[in-house]
């Protein structure tokens, strides 16, 4: 009988410790946040179908912003195409200019320029 009572009592002690075990399992798990999860297929639809609208959005914003950077991108070749021939041109203006040795008149001021044209004289 008394190893019967001893089985008994370790067994008891036993699920004792489960118990509180489990307690603690149970303690833990409610110190967590909810899972929220939807309801039913309708709030799955509407969380779908706002997710998919955001989506579309962001899809046509980058667009609008890709072709405003193509854009961007033209009327910069175009500017630095400008500037070059500018610069072309100039630089031909001056070479012209050294090879008759004239002194273009924006190059230096007016009373200057008269100075210089007046010693070639």
Avoid: C
């Amino acid at each position: 009988m008394n190893t019967d009572l001893n089985t008994i009592m370790r067994d008891f002690n036993t699920l004792e410790r489960m118990m509180a075990y489990t307690n603690s399992l149970i303690i833990e798990v409610e110190k967590r946040p909810p899972i929220r999860l939807p309801q039913n297929n309708d709030q799955i639809e509407s969380q779908v179908s706002a997710q998919r609208a955001q989506l579309e959005n962001d899809i046509r914003e980058l667009s609008i912003r890709a072709v405003n950077l193509e854009k961007l991108r033209e009327v910069h070749s175009e500017k630095k195409e400008v500037a070059r021939q500018v610069e072309k041109s100039r630089r031909d203006q001056l070479s012209q200019s050294r090879m008759s040795n004239d002194i273009p008149q924006g190059a230096i001021s007016p009373e200057l320029h008269q100075i210089i044209e007046n010693s070639k004289q």
